[in-house]
């Protein structure tokens, strides 16, 4: 069961998402690998299921390719254990409702991990 952690403001409204400038829009038309895209994919119908909006009003701000320096992805939760080894992933920042969602994943496409906070 894969487990999707969600930390987001939760007062946002369905009130549609716009683009804030012209890196918003470059992102939007993201060119990457297939994995990538899937990624993508991915963390907008999560972002859209958590604010209940539909994941085409959802902007994509920026991707990045990141090395983690463990397995906690850059969120590590007081009280657990990560295993201390170099993890590459991404870095995806969407845009919705005025507010920016920082997602951190790993780059394996059969265990897809999903952090994200509002930046």
């Not at 992102?27 to 999560?46: F, H, N, P, T, W």
Request: proline fraction near 3%.
């Amino acid at each position: 069961m894969k487990k999707l952690i969600l930390i987001a403001v939760l007062w946002a409204f369905p009130l549609g998402c716009f683009a804030q400038d012209a890196k918003t829009q470059e992102a939007q038309q993201y060119s990457g690998s297939r994995l990538e895209k899937r990624i993508i994919e991915i963390v907008k119908q999560d972002l859209a299921i958590n604010l209940n909006i539909s994941k085409d009003s959802i902007q994509v701000k920026s991707v990045e390719k990141v090395v983690w320096p463990d397995s906690a992805l850059g969120f590590p939760e007081k009280g657990r254990n990560y295993l201390q080894v170099v993890t590459e992933g991404y870095r995806i920042v969407l845009f919705c409702n005025g507010q920016d969602y920082e997602y951190h994943t790993n780059a394996e496409d059969y265990n897809i991990i999903i952090k994200s906070s509002p930046v």
